[in-house]
């Protein structure tokens, strides 16, 4: 597609329940990252994928977080057991190829923990 | 560890007035910078770069300022229109890495 497209685009979910958000980066990208921004805070890196290479996830803030990436492409992001912490707008992005080239923003899924 | 700072969280700036936004950062590492901008309930887009090699980049009403020595860039905006108005985020990479990014300035022009 032309942008990077992610889903749900709003997301009210009970507490403990589990919730898995979907990221389709632009058509070949090979890194994608999703990063999350809670009300009034600034963009917290999440994890990177990087084409065949293992992720970086040493943002993911517990456990309860998993994310993978199915054929160098679509990524999900799971959330287990959710918390009202974990209340949040969660932005997937792409880049393409090497460093140094722009990386661009999906709209963000929009997680309500009640 | 915060390796991106943006120690000013708004900034309101008069409609046809230059808009400097300003960011700090800790690692020398990074070689690659970025500003954001982000609307409300929208996802951030990408506003201009700026690679370590260089000190300043143009892009119309948008100028980059890198200063390596002191760890700092600036954005300018000149003149600064209503349409301006949004939550500025710089960033910084280095290599094949994850962007880090500052928490954000919250810029209002004003009519």
């Known amino acids: 597609g032309a942008g990077v497209s992610q889903s749900p685009s709003n997301k009210v979910t009970e507490k403990g329940k589990d919730v898995e958000l979907r990221c389709d980066p632009i058509?070949?990208?090979?890194?994608l990252y999703w990063y999350r921004q809670s009300l009034g805070q600034g963009l917290e890196f999440l994890i990177y994928?990087?084409?065949?290479?293992?992720?970086?996830k040493s943002g993911l803030p517990s456990d309860r977080f998993s994310a993978e990436r199915t054929g160098g492409s679509v990524s999900t992001l799971t959330i287990q057991r959710t918390q009202q912490e974990d209340s949040a707008v969660y932005l997937c992005?792409?880049?393409?190829?090497?460093?140094?080239?722009?990386?661009?923003f999906g709209e963000g899924s929009w997680l309500t923990v009640v | 560890d915060q390796q991106v700072k943006q120690n000013s969280p708004s900034l309101s700036v008069q409609e046809g007035r230059i808009s400097i936004l300003n960011c700090d950062y800790t690692?020398?590492?990074?070689?690659?910078f970025l500003w954001y901008k982000k609307y409300p309930a929208e996802g951030p887009t990408f506003l201009i770069s700026?690679?370590?090699?260089?000190d300043k980049n143009e892009d119309g009403r948008f100028t980059v300022f890198l200063n390596k020595s002191a760890k700092h860039l600036s954005l300018h905006i000149v003149p600064s229109q209503p349409g301006d108005s949004a939550v500025y985020f710089c960033?910084?990479?280095?290599?094949?890495?994850?962007?880090?990014f500052g928490q954000g300035t919250r810029l209002t022009i004003n009519p």
């Open positions: 690692n020398s590492m990074f070689d690659y």
């Open positions: 058509s070949g990208h090979t890194a």
């Open positions: 960033a910084a990479s280095w290599g094949a890495q994850k962007l880090v």
């Open positions: 992005a792409s880049r393409q190829g090497a460093a140094g080239n722009t990386i661009y």
């Open positions: 994928f990087q084409g065949n290479s293992a992720p970086d």
């Open positions: 700026i690679s370590s090699i260089k």
